[in-house]
């Protein structure tokens, strides 16, 4: 597959799934739900308990104090102060709670279940079997470039097992993955993702060279 054809298919993937179900793309807040199992099976019953219209009613009311606090949803920043916004006359373009329908529905993310988690993690590993009996490299190891640059056997299972626990900790600590960051993120030009996605090729770039400086 061309590179261009493979980015336009993962940038489709990246904002399909936002559109979807408006939560950013990632897979370590899907992993880290699993660390916790019983509070998220009990944070999902107590979703199925709350009706749509109580959701409605919930969503309407935060809308509107982020509008008591911040000013009209939409509007163009001024230097009016919320005090100001709420003492202007009727019409002059402060939002009432009854006019934010267009918004309901956009302003709470839904937390998909964890069955659903569970079942894009199986698909992810389902897919990466997939692509390794098309390709015909079922059982190939970690490749000639990595038991080269890193190591190779019990080894490399090894240094590969202690960069996951290392990127774990990461996430953990900037709050998403490269993937979060830096297609969700970036795409919406987060300041958090957009400092975080720089971090990351920079530490990637740090070691490559490392490793070549080592290697040669």
Do not use: K
């Amino acid at each position: 597959m061309p590179w261009w054809l493979a980015a336009l298919a993962l940038g489709s993937i990246t904002v399909g799934y936002w559109i979807a179900v408006r939560r950013p793309l990632g897979v370590s807040g899907v992993l880290a739900r699993f660390t916790r199992v019983r509070e998220e099976l009990e944070f999902d019953r107590g979703v199925d308990a709350v009706n749509q219209a109580d959701r409605t009613a919930l969503e309407a009311e935060l809308l509107a104090l982020t509008e008591e606090a911040f000013g009209p949803i939409g509007a163009p920043d001024t230097d009016a102060t919320p005090v100001a916004a709420a003492e202007a006359p009727a019409g002059a373009g402060v939002m009432e709670p009854a006019t934010h329908a267009a918004e309901v529905g956009r302003a709470c993310a839904p937390v998909p279940s964890l069955g659903a988690h569970l079942s894009f993690l199986a698909m992810l590993v389902v897919g990466g079997a997939l692509a390794a009996l098309l390709r015909g490299t079922w059982g190939a190891g970690l490749g000639e470039a990595f038991s080269r640059h890193v190591a190779q056997g019990p080894a490399g299972v090894a240094a590969l097992a202690s960069g996951g626990v290392l990127v774990g900790f990461g996430t953990a600590m900037c709050g998403g993955c490269s993937a979060g960051h830096g297609l969700t993120g970036t795409g919406r030009l987060m300041p958090g993702s957009l400092v975080s996605t720089g971090v990351f090729f920079a530490a990637a770039v740090a070691v490559a060279v490392a490793l070549g400086w080592r290697l040669s």
